[in-house]
């Protein structure tokens, strides 16, 4: 009940930080820049704020962004391959895709280059008999060979070792016996299912970010064991739960996409507690901006993502999409006279001019602060304050003057352009999946998110938005309320009628087993272990693949054909029963269910009497219909179970939320705004 629990959490621009001690000053918040260079600093920067010791840290939760970045930037370390022999190409030949929609041209460069990847002999056929054994001499020579190439890391991927590891196995013993370090992986122990080209790119990438991820947390838990925390650090997984750092680090492609999914684990929490068990995620930070659909408050996660062209991660991970628009975003007219934002971010080095860190390039944080949206006395990372008339000449002269618009219009501008890339995120992951978004409601968060999320509502046609407490610390919040999990998969492939139930439930048994074997051994205090399994399914003769809930363990034939049959229907309104199902893998999750988090302790106690006591000033802000005297709220001192109707300016530590003309604001019991969108405005 008295423990003290921190969540951290990397993003581009900021690194946040909550620490919770129910007992001794309930919650402290921090928030610095990121500091790109070394994650590890920001992250110490962030707690040395809270003025703790870490000697009285009962769990540290650490959501990090150290692979994603490795990826996206193509700072990886070097990585050989070594797979059977004749499939040295696997990871060019991919799929019958191109990088371009048009025209036969794109390319794109692997995440091993072929000169580091090596064949041996040895094979497996797809129903795991050896057809030719493995050549361990040979073997034993590759090994030697990729050493003298300079490479960090090895990936061992053998053709359909799903089937039968046996071969895998062996080798990774044997490199073991020359490797120098532990940077090994064997393909089948990331992902144990069919599809060479997915499997090998997933083992790929594995390799190629566990020594940079090792050696990040190896230095972060260092210096925080030196400040005197005594536990291992729990890291964010890209699957929305948490696994301990000496266990991530030999899985570490299970944490690419770590910091949007501890935010879309803190919003379903967020919102479920709320009352709104559906809502569409609204993420924007400095860098970027994320966008998840939660249902019935558990969040999508899918095992397709596809982090560039040809880089297929085929790990559980929440289904977030990302578009290039943060408060950080660069606005720039391209060379056809169209204003664009993005994809390129000042992030947190320089950051926008605003920010007086040298930033040159107008950015959407800018534009904000021209509109009146932003105080400029309460922007967060400045180093040296820099004058209105500098940001509005740079708007003018870098985004105006190609369009013909003064430094406010071209702000005005930036703002509307932005707004409509981040509401095409939304549709994509609502409407182009046949849901209406007007069936949920925006749950706006990031540092930027309720800056822009009355003005998305509005054009999406969306009713409501909540924006949580503490919306620039919603990723950190995420890590305090996220469980244990580990996902595991096995590919059976056999239709339905020749499926043995006896074999079925064997494997979801031995999942079951590994993962309280992994749970337990992680020493982390949990309340219950609760166990979930989908299906792989498919038409016989098809190749695209729908994933089914299996409820429970009593797993019937029958059962999987009717469940299959009505997920086909809900995706494409077709029948077909003259086709045999096919059961391609079976997927189970295992999840170490933590004692839940107080959400109520993230709103103020100090709250006023009324509205008025929390109004600060009026001042100028711009909204679509020209210039408005707007009055401007401290949120944290707004009562709860209050109303009033904008337009206003709410501001706090973390964010500023920004309520249009005509609309409604509600502060519900849990301290979360609740903004009713006017129609038609």
């Not at 820049?33 to 070394?38: E, Q, S």
């Not at 990040?216 to 260092?222: A, G």
């Not at 391209?334 to 993005?342: C, D, T």
């Not at 930027?448 to 919603?474: F, M, N, S, W």
Request: charged share 20%; proline share 5%.
């Amino acid at each position: 009940m008295g423990s003290v629990i921190v969540g951290c959490d990397v993003g581009g621009t900021f690194t946040d930080l909550i620490l919770h001690d129910p007992v001794n000053g309930g919650l402290q918040l921090a928030k610095v820049p990121t500091t790109t260079a070394n994650q590890a600093h920001g992250v110490l920067a962030a707690f040395e704020k809270t003025g703790r010791s870490a000697d009285g840290i009962d769990l540290f939760i650490h959501g990090t962004t150290a692979t994603t970045n490795a990826l996206l930037e193509r700072k990886l370390a070097k990585c050989g391959l070594i797979t059977t022999r004749g499939f040295r190409d696997v990871l060019e030949l991919g799929r019958r895709t191109r990088p371009n929609p048009y025209g036969l041209i794109g390319t794109f460069v692997p995440v091993i280059p072929r000169d580091l990847r090596h064949e041996v002999t040895e094979r497996m056929d797809a129903s795991g008999n050896v057809v030719e054994p493995l050549a361990e001499d040979e073997l034993r020579g590759i090994a030697r060979k990729l050493l003298e190439q300079g490479a960090e890391s090895v990936v061992v991927h053998f053709l359909h070792s799903y089937a039968n590891p046996e071969h895998e196995l062996k080798a990774v013993e044997i490199i073991r016996s020359v490797w120098p370090n532990d940077y090994v992986t064997a393909g089948h122990q990331i992902i144990a299912e069919c599809r060479e080209y997915e499997r090998g790119v997933t083992a790929a990438v594995n390799g190629s970010v566990q020594p940079i991820l090792d050696r990040y947390l190896e230095k972060l838990q260092t210096e925080l064991k030196a400040r005197g925390l005594k536990r291992q650090l729990l890291v964010m997984q890209g699957n929305g739960g948490t696994a301990s750092s000496s266990i991530v680090t030999h899985a570490a492609v299970h944490t690419v996409m770590s910091g949007p999914a501890s935010g879309v684990i803190a919003a379903a929490n967020t919102a479920t507690a709320a009352g709104y068990p559906n809502v569409v995620t609204y993420d924007m930070g400095g860098t970027s901006t994320d966008v998840a659909l939660i249902q019935d408050g558990v969040p999508l996660v899918s095992s397709e993502l596809e982090i560039e062209y040809a880089m297929p991660i085929h790990v559980p991970m929440v289904d977030v999409h990302t578009v290039g628009a943060g408060g950080g975003s660069i606005a720039h007219v391209n060379e056809a006279g169209l204003l664009q934002i993005g994809p390129k971010s000042a992030g947190a080095i320089p950051g926008p001019i605003c920010f007086g860190r040298g930033g040159v390039e107008p950015t959407i944080t800018d534009a904000n602060l021209v509109l009146g949206r932003l105080n400029p006395e309460r922007l967060l990372g400045v180093e040296k304050s820099t004058t209105m008339e500098v940001v509005t000449d740079a708007l003018k002269n870098q985004v105006g003057a190609p369009l013909n618009l003064s430094g406010e219009e071209s702000a005005a501008a930036v703002v509307r352009v932005a707004n409509d890339k981040m509401a095409g995120a939304i549709r994509l992951v609502s409407l182009s999946r046949g849901h209406d978004p007007r069936d949920f409601v925006l749950l706006a968060f990031g540092g930027a998110g309720p800056l822009h999320a009355a003005a998305l509502a509005r054009e999406l046609g969306i009713p409501k938005v909540l924006i949580p407490a503490r919306p620039g610390l919603t990723n950190a919040l995420g890590c305090l309320v996220a469980d244990l999990r580990h996902d595991f998969v096995r590919t059976v492939n056999k239709p339905l009628p020749l499926l043995n139930e006896t074999d079925v439930l064997a494997i979801l048994d031995s999942h079951i087993e590994e993962g309280r074997r992994i749970v337990q051994q992680e020493n982390v205090e949990i309340e219950s272990v609760h166990v979930f399994h989908t299906a792989d399914m498919q038409f016989q003769g098809q190749t695209h693949i729908l994933n089914v809930a299996i409820p429970g363990r009593d797993v019937k034939i029958g059962g999987l054909h009717d469940a299959f049959a009505k997920a086909y229907w809900h995706r494409f309104r077709v029948a077909l029963p003259e086709i045999k199902p096919v059961l391609v893998n079976l997927h189970t999750a295992v999840i170490g269910k933590r004692k839940s988090f107080p959400v109520d302790a993230l709103t103020s106690r100090k709250t006023g009497k009324n509205v008025a006591d929390a109004r600060l000033s009026t001042r100028r802000v711009w909204f679509d219909g020209g210039w408005f005297e707007t009055p401007v709220y401290d949120r944290d001192q707004l009562p709860l179970d209050s109303e009033f109707a904008g337009p206003a300016i709410l501001e706090q530590l973390d964010a500023t939320t920004v309520v249009h003309p005509g609309d409604r604001v509600h502060v519900d019991r849990l301290g979360n705004v609740i903004l009713q969108v006017a129609e038609g405005k």
